[in-house]
């Protein structure tokens, strides 16, 4: 069964820095898709950034970026010049063919100023 | 703006009572999904519907149920079978849920549900 691993539950950066969030995913499959969604205090999830497994060009959104590492079977997420409206829990998610998304237990992010 | 909505935003149940969640999407999405989310822990898979009138069980049905009577709506009840009900629970879309793997799912604001 595939399942996916965020071992830090808590990460804080410095407003202006750069943070970087892991995840990892155990899967037989070679056709899948990644995600990270983004959780603020409001609860409303949010999609980040998606990753297709078949392309190895790392997505990309503003300043978000993925460092996807197929072989490794690796998912982080960079954020870039972090903001404090970039305080969230993120999570990362995996889909399968049937596009049934198993997520990750998440990590908080915690931006100080 | 198009977006799902679901109400209500706090729900409190008492013993041996069935409550029902709202979830209505204006999207004209195919597929739609219930998810539970606790403490610390990522979202399970309660029930998902990929079409109108029919809908698959998740990893957690058991203690609830769920109708897919209209595309725009799809509403969940936590029947008084499920024991541990207190948890957030989030309701999603998506355009297609088979064949078209990668499709993003969008997501309501939640409803809290807590015991009294």
């Known amino acids: 069964a595939q399942t996916v691993t965020q071992s830090q539950p808590e990460m804080s950066v410095q407003e202006a820095e750069t943070v970087t969030l892991s995840c990892t995913y155990d899967?037989?499959?070679?056709?899948?898709?990644l995600f990270w969604y983004k959780q603020p205090p409001s609860r409303q999830m949010i999609l980040v950034i998606r990753?297709?497994?078949?392309k190895q060009q790392n997505a990309t959104e503003n300043r978000f970026s993925v460092n996807f590492q197929k072989a490794a079977k690796s998912f982080s997420l960079k954020i870039s010049d972090s903001q404090l409206g970039d305080a969230a829990m993120y999570f990362c998610?995996?889909?399968?063919?049937?596009?049934?998304?198993?997520w990750g237990a998440g990590t908080k992010l915690i931006i100080k100023p | 703006d198009g977006g799902i909505t679901q109400s209500p935003k706090y729900l409190f149940r008492k013993e041996g009572q069935n409550v029902t969640l709202s979830c209505e999407q204006n999207?004209?999405?195919?597929?739609m999904y219930w998810y539970r989310q606790d403490p610390g822990q990522g979202l399970r898979l309660i029930y998902y519907?990929?079409?109108?009138?029919?809908?698959q069980k998740g990893d957690i049905a058991e203690g609830y149920s769920v109708s897919r009577e209209k595309k725009e709506s799809f509403p969940l009840t936590v029947t008084s079978a499920q024991k541990n009900p207190t948890a957030f629970y989030l309701c999603?879309?998506?355009?297609?849920?088979?064949?078209?793997?990668?499709?993003?799912?969008?997501f309501g604001d939640g409803t809290r549900l807590s015991i009294l």
């Open positions: 999603a879309s998506s355009i297609s849920a088979l064949g078209l793997g990668g499709q993003p799912q969008h």
């Open positions: 519907s990929q079409i109108v009138n029919d809908f």
């Open positions: 998610a995996y889909a399968d063919s049937n596009y049934q998304l198993i």
């Open positions: 899967t037989s499959e070679s056709d899948y898709y």
């Open positions: 990753q297709e497994a078949y």
């Open positions: 999207l004209n999405h195919d597929a």
